[in-house]
């Protein structure tokens, strides 16, 4: 497989890594139909773990059985599919070496009260089923941030190692901060800041608000004057916290929308300079021709020039 | 021993596994009266630990004796027996090839306000005793439901890696939750989901009564009008949320009943498309004769046509 | 060695165990006066770490020096001698062979307010000393108590794989219960089988009293008409608790008493069925002749036909 | 590379080091415009995990980028560059060689309530990415201040066993502390004395003020008279709190200042015998030739003869 | 070397350590002016972490310098010198062979609230540095005390394994405990009989008060009339409660005090059996001329025949 100049240069932003990740990333980067450009998409199914069986899957009850969603991922040709042990265990021999695996290594639940996760899968894992990355969520902000801190340092370490690629998901929660101040501008920027540190490869956020929350924060976005207007210019923030741009930046959908709501969103990301999109409810909650029709519209923004 | 189709086919849902872990699971699926029909009974026996050696044996002081339920689950021709170390190593060398058995690798008793549960046996005292399987409880909900799934998923990766399958019991129990939610309808599926996503081969659930718990889950199921009006369809639904039923699920007794409550339960699991019954103290509990009379019941209704 | 019928028959019981756990159960089964009977008396001086040096040894001085508990051991014939780290190291080398000897690993003391206790010895120490056992002390029922159970799981687990016996100290404490409830009737017999089901070879529980505790136990004891009305009742109870009489199970001498209170309490252990005294602060603090001849009178009593 | 008389001096008070970690001493120490002198000044940018990305790059957007750090320190010839794990992988094999690298190994941030860090990175880490040091923060009188000392006694062990030398931020915060407290001159002095008693190699303190804040201590500095009229007297005796001056003591910059005071307090380090600066927002945050300048100041004092 | 009887003797009494222990208890018993007597002097200085490096060394300004206690206690004729990690790797090298040290591996401050302390050292520290014995704190009676007793076991296992001897500071302290518990005279005992229980080859207590704290033991020391009127006579209690004196047991020098006073401690611990004194404040806090006569006084006495 010849490698894109984009994707080369982008391999290049991960220069300490051995070629083991660099190859998983690059394996990410050129599958599918946005194979090469620089851009991603990927199906994310770990809402049955954060929101119960019926609440993800019964709108779309096909939906319930573990390969529909390797099918939709391969079939609309997205760069990789994320999902917890059972999920990934219950198609990886089907559909191996037909789409790259993001092994989600840890859950919660609408059951708990703490701001925190449960692991729930390894590297070994991984390895054994083939997955190009790990996935792990950290909460900044929770009381137990620094726990899942630690235990992300532990297993990115040995993922980095064993040649595999490390995903972040870095939602801020807990602690002191209230609904506003989970998506608020500067906190999405210090989140996404923050998994570039700990060592991320690929680091997932939610789109942010208008909102600023830290006060010492806000002083220094007015002083200097941070365009907060739009949502292209919030996502150009947030990659540029994210060294410059030199890591791979995506963003979740969040809750279910609307079509029109949905692809604008996609729009002001593409325009941002955002990495791609990982999209889960949104789709596998359609059925399977419109969520076919939905990823190949999203697919066609993030083939056209931006903004 | 030649598999049966039927048989064949739920091992290739476990299509990750090894083939030491298929292997095992076979051993089960094939072992006894129902043994090719994919239909599973298995006798449990770790209520002494659960509620203490008189409430448990005292109705029936033979089963004082471990010995005891080996030659019962033997002589019934059911699929497994499950219980705690010390049961397990106090007959094992004796029956040693005569029944597949599973190692409950934690438990609670009855002096423990704490909703968690002691680790108590290992995966090297499984491979040891020459057993099938372990088995495991969370306790979804509950304070300390992470810690218990981190427990799990040490385990269980050691258990796949050694050949061993692993058993789940799914116990809604603690935290917000009160005695309506641990057996209501969204829960249960709910948390025989998470058993599934945490990597379980076998899922134990209670069956799940007509209430809706959760109020973001109540809405979906409304709105989906999925059927909550007969325990067959209840059942239906659990299965469903097991990976659309590629995964094995069995349902517990629960309390001591009358035999034709009993008897109605397994009807409506057999009807349901459960996978079979797992069942203590109901059957330990009476005399020897009447034990293996409802037990003879109970698998001529797996045996026969599902509704 | 010759071993007796009796000795055979009950390391028929640990038919799970390995030839070396097997041959130190024998050690001490075939030590001393009672050897090959089935019955033992062990010395166990721990006493000192649960209430202090002088508590425990200023009545008879000679008993400061731990090699006087060797001494008397050996001279009265006894099974064997327990005791903690520094005991054992402080006489092993001089004692070597003539006794066998049972590291007491974990213990607490008068000052502390959790009912826990501290690890004080490993599995190493056990082998490097030539020590035939390890002994654990759990408080089930304490807010501590899966801790405890999960460091007896990992500590029995590795001292059975290096050929080790296991005796637990199982005495109900803290939790929900009272000074009533720690010796209550059920609550006693359940203690011991949480031991028998933690995989424990030898059980150490104190003799119950008539009380019963729970309430759901209460129901079942009088329902079943289990008899408390005598202590070799309760004892037979006990036993019957413990796998139907196939572990060793031995009760302790509780505080010190006076000799006629003493020997009926043993005398009633024996025509209960028990396996023998573990008899420690009744013998040490008496001046060394009068514990000679108390332990002389309680080996007689053993060694007569039981009640 | 021809050691000065200076630096074989310095070198010889950590006597008991393997010449793996003095030879990355001396890389530090011989490295730069200060190179030889024995004094040293340091990049360290960890101020994006302190306070967030905009707080610290807005400022001066190029410093969003991790390879405009690396390429300051070396432009600016500065002795070392410290950042955590993301920072350095981000341009370590660009710089390969280039300047040493200090790898912060744990790392707080503004949203935590908690006085405690997250482990972010490890010895593992340091090796691959060619690092001659780990840093570690520790905050002497917080209620995690033993759990932080014995992390850090683990990878300084690791450390320097594999021929790293540990330099270690003592900032003392939280428990009984003050703002007045983490700063006094006392307070300073010990939280100095703990790093070099943990076996720190290079201490990192804040310029202590002239507050004594602990009662017992104070009585001792009036009685004994030690001088805290000025930041050199306090800067002296803090350095003799480190074995007598025998360890590296770099003084931090702290809060964004005007350059001139910021000028007379590295004045009062370099006369109070202080080892160097150790200075990052100071320098990052202003415009790189403005930056160089400054930098090229303080050199310029630390060259010239002390006090 | 040739031993003299008496420390023949002493070396008897630890008869199941390995030759290595012994070798290393010999060497501390054969070194100094004391060498050979069974009588110990030791140079402890860990009050750096305990005070503060000004309330510890500001006093003899000289004794800053890590190298000045080597010094000292070498000049003194001393057995051997205590401290922490930094203290030890200081001049570890400079006077290798010329004294043996022992490598103190926790410690706790002044700024801490919690009764516990930090483990700062390893055995594999002590064994790169040449050092002869490890010591650590416990403190009985403290909320911490399970876990510090933990610690101790698992250093103390690793060091004996190491040829290395075990010394533990046992200070009743937290808890329940008042001011007057933490010295009282059954308290004190208490304390010293955990230690040798624990394992400990040297036990190091402060010199026991006349108070008796727990009621349970007062009415023992007064039924037994064991005499607390005396220092001398407490001593030889403690010494007794060491397993009938076959442990070493020194006793500290606490608060600085007057010269008389001091001597006066040391002469009752002489008199009572104590094996001698490890005493810090008093001597390095003294000008150099003046701690060499105390300390020579001390040696006098400790030679002169006992009481």
Redo the contacts between chains.
């Keep these: 497989m010849q490698l894109t100049p984009k994707v080369k240069d982008i391999l290049s932003?991960?220069?300490?890594?051995n070629p083991g990740t660099k190859g998983n990333l690059a394996r990410i980067l050129m599958e599918g139909k946005l194979g090469g450009t620089g851009r991603v998409v990927i199906l994310p199914v770990d809402q049955?773990?954060e929101?119960?069986?019926?609440?993800s899957f019964?709108?779309n009850?096909a939906a319930?059985?573990?390969r529909y969603h390797f099918a939709l991922a391969v079939e609309a040709g997205l760069n990789a599919y994320a999902a917890?042990?059972?999920?990934?265990?219950?198609?990886?021999?089907?559909f191996a070496g037909a789409i790259p695996t993001i092994l989600k290594v840890n859950?919660s639940?609408?059951?708990?009260?703490?701001k925190?996760?449960?692991?729930?899968?390894?590297v070994?894992?991984a390895l054994?089923?083939g997955c190009s990355a790990i996935g792990f969520t950290i909460y900044?902000?929770s009381?137990d941030?620094?726990?899942m801190?630690?235990e992300l340092?532990e297993l990115a370490?040995e993922a980095k190692?064993a040649g595999l690629a490390v995903v972040v998901w870095s939602y801020?929660r807990g602690?002191?901060?209230d609904k506003v101040g989970e998506t608020a501008f500067?906190?999405c920027?210090?989140a996404a800041?923050?998994a570039?540190?700990?060592?991320?490869h690929v680091i997932k956020v939610k789109p942010p608000s208008e909102a600023l929350w830290?006060d010492?924060?806000k002083k220094?976005?007015e002083a200097?004057k941070?365009d907060n207007t739009s949502l292209a210019a919030r996502i150009r923030?947030v990659v540029?916290?994210c060294?410059?741009g030199?890591r791979l930046v995506v963003f979740s959908g969040g809750e279910a929308k609307g079509t029109e709501g949905l692809l604008g969103e996609v729009r002001a990301i593409h325009q941002g300079g955002g990495s791609g999109s990982i999209i889960g409810r949104n789709t596998f909650q359609r059925p399977r021709a419109e969520a076919l029709k939905l990823l190949a519209d999203i697919i066609d923004i993030y083939k056209s020039p931006a903004g």
Tied chains: 1, 2, 3, 4, 5.
Excluded: C, K
């Excluded at 932003?13 to 890594?17: G, K, P, Q, T």
């Excluded at 929101?51 to 609440?55: M, V």
């Excluded at 570039?196 to 991320?200: F, Q, R, S």
């Design positions: 932003w991960y220069e300490s890594d049955g773990f929101h119960g069986p019926a609440r019964a709108p009850p319930y059985d573990p917890p042990l059972g999920m990934i265990e219950a198609g990886a021999a089907s859950s639940n609408s059951l708990a009260n703490a925190d996760q449960a692991v729930t899968g390894s070994a894992d054994r089923l900044p902000g009381d941030q620094f726990g801190m630690e340092r370490e190692a801020p602690g002191n901060l500067d906190i920027a210090y800041h923050m570039a540190l700990l060592g991320a830290l010492a924060a220094v976005y200097q941070i923030h540029q916290a060294f410059d030199r």
